[in-house]
């Protein structure tokens, strides 16, 4: 499991949710879809963003009880351990919706944390609420083997680069080599982990209108200590991990 995140930079792994876990989530995705809900007639993509502040949030217990924030700490090396999320996003597909990304992009650079600090973190967690073996169905794309040339590139010019979204455009994501996209597949129940540095972009859903639109949730992870040592973190892409 380490070697294959370590040298793809990402991981799917089946069966973390149970049967119940995943209908439990959903059900807490329809509600806060009714207080947000897409636009009438929309097709694409639809995120609902909650931050889980001081006062918890149901999508936090779901974390903790899932055994998500366990199971990406075992990617992490000796001595790190995950914090618990900040918030969350729901991420829906709705479909039919045939467009298929033109490119990759990095998380976290517009906008930045408030603080200008560009919002990276260790990995990305997302659980799989609905089925995600076909692809073409909302599944996200990925560049396998982008977190250590992104983290080459960085090593480079330094750090701060990251700042540069202007060089990254129109990600944003540098001009390093890409290599092939693949889709990640799976059912649902699985939960991807996904370095921050790997590239990556919302995927088609060119299923019928009366398909059922994908439901991940997703989660940004922070090994404890990472924004202290994020610049490390970027210019040596494995140093967070075993
Ligand atoms: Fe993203």
Redesign the pocket.
């Known amino acids: 499991m380490r070697a294959t995140f370590r040298r793809q930079g990402y991981l799917v792994v089946p069966d973390v949710l149970t049967p119940g876990e995943v209908a439990a989530g959903r059900k807490e995705v329809a509600a806060m879809l009714a207080k947000q809900p897409p636009a009438e007639g929309h097709v694409g993509p639809h995120f609902v963003f909650r931050n889980f502040g001081d006062r918890g949030h149901p999508l936090l217990d779901f974390f903790l009880r899932t055994g998500m924030g366990e199971l990406a700490g075992q990617l992490l090396r000796e001595g790190l351990a995950i914090q618990p999320p900040e918030g969350v996003q729901v991420a829906t597909t709705i479909p039919p919706w045939p467009y298929r990304p033109g490119g990759p992009?990095?998380?976290g650079l517009s906008p930045t944390e408030p603080d200008g600090r560009p919002g990276t973190f260790s990995l990305?967690a997302g659980a799989w609420l609905t089925d995600h073996t076909t692809p073409g169905r909302g599944n996200l794309w990925v560049w396998p083997g982008t977190h250590l040339r992104f983290g080459a590139y960085l090593a480079e010019r330094g750090a701060d680069a990251l700042r540069r979204v202007d060089d990254m455009a129109p990600g944003p994501y540098p001009r390093i080599e890409l290599g092939d996209p693949v889709q990640v597949v799976g059912p649902a129940g699985s939960v991807l982990l996904a370095h921050y540095l790997l590239a990556?972009?919302?995927g088609d859903h060119d299923g019928p209108a009366d398909d059922e639109r994908r439901e991940t949730l997703y989660y940004r992870l922070h090994a404890e200590g990472h924004r202290d040592r994020w610049r490390e973190v970027v210019t040596a892409p494995l140093s967070e991990f075993g």
Do not use: T
């Open positions: 992009h990095v998380d990305l990556h972009n919302i």
